[in-house]
């Protein structure tokens, strides 16, 4: 089951600027996740969030939490070419206790140098 | 280094022929799960284990199996593999609390004709 929908679907932006991806859930979460996929390759873990915490930064990336809208944003500053990927949101369920990871449909950045 | 280690990276097969898809990780892992990305449908989980000789199914677990004799393996077995089962499959581990994320292997893509 798909619990996260991630808007928009693709954005396309030159070099330098900055790309913002949201994503929205549907239950109650342990933490929430963004992966970097490049094309057909495996997912890369960035940043993690606790239910419990509202924004994180590591490096050029900015996570914010609002459990009570039940949504995430994810945003990449000053962006590169090699930033060019499909980025996803991924929840951990706080019901149960699978560790299922519920990815949402993701976010193709293209990057433009 | 730190990684998932999955084999083959790519598997084109014929319908009935069983096979087996290894994961291995080096980092004293307690989870593991399986999943396959197929397009339209995302990311989706087969399988996964909790630790050494237990696991469970995961939201698509019909016609695989798993075993997990050992922390740090846990391979994916088709017995009578089928064309519906042709996709990228994708092994990932994290601690058991899982608070860091996950780390994912670098894929398999299995066609089966």
């Given amino acids: ?113 | 280094e730190a990684q998932v280690t999955q084999n083959p990276r790519y598997l084109i097969t014929v319908t009935g022929k069983k096979l087996t898809v290894t994961c291995s990780q080096n980092m004293n892992h307690e989870y593991m799960s399986w999943y396959r990305q197929d397009p339209g449908l995302g990311l989706r989980q087969i399988y996964y284990s909790m630790n050494v000789e237990v696991t469970d199914k995961g939201d698509v677990p019909e016609g695989y199996k798993v075993s997990r004799k050992e922390k740090r393996n846990f391979p994916l077995i088709l017995e009578s593999p089928s064309p519906n089962q042709t996709s990228l499959y994708f092994c990932a581990s994290s601690h058991y609390d899982r608070d860091y994320g996950y780390t994912f292997g670098s894929g398999t893509r299995l066609t089966v004709v």
């Fill in chain 1, 1 to 113: 089951s798909q619990q996260g929908e991630e808007d928009p679907q693709a954005l396309s932006i030159q070099e330098g600027e900055n790309a913002t991806m949201n994503c929205s859930y549907k239950t109650s979460i342990n933490n929430l996740q963004w992966y970097r996929q490049n094309s057909g390759r495996g997912l890369v873990h960035l940043i993690l969030i606790r239910s419990n915490e509202r924004e994180k930064h590591s490096g050029r990336l900015r996570v914010t939490l609002d459990t009570s809208k039940k949504s995430s944003s994810l945003l990449i500053t000053a962006s590169r070419a090699a930033d060019t990927a499909s980025y996803f949101c991924a929840t951990d369920e706080g019901s149960s206790n699978t560790g299922k990871l519920i990815f949402g449909q993701g976010t193709t950045l293209q990057v433009k140098p």
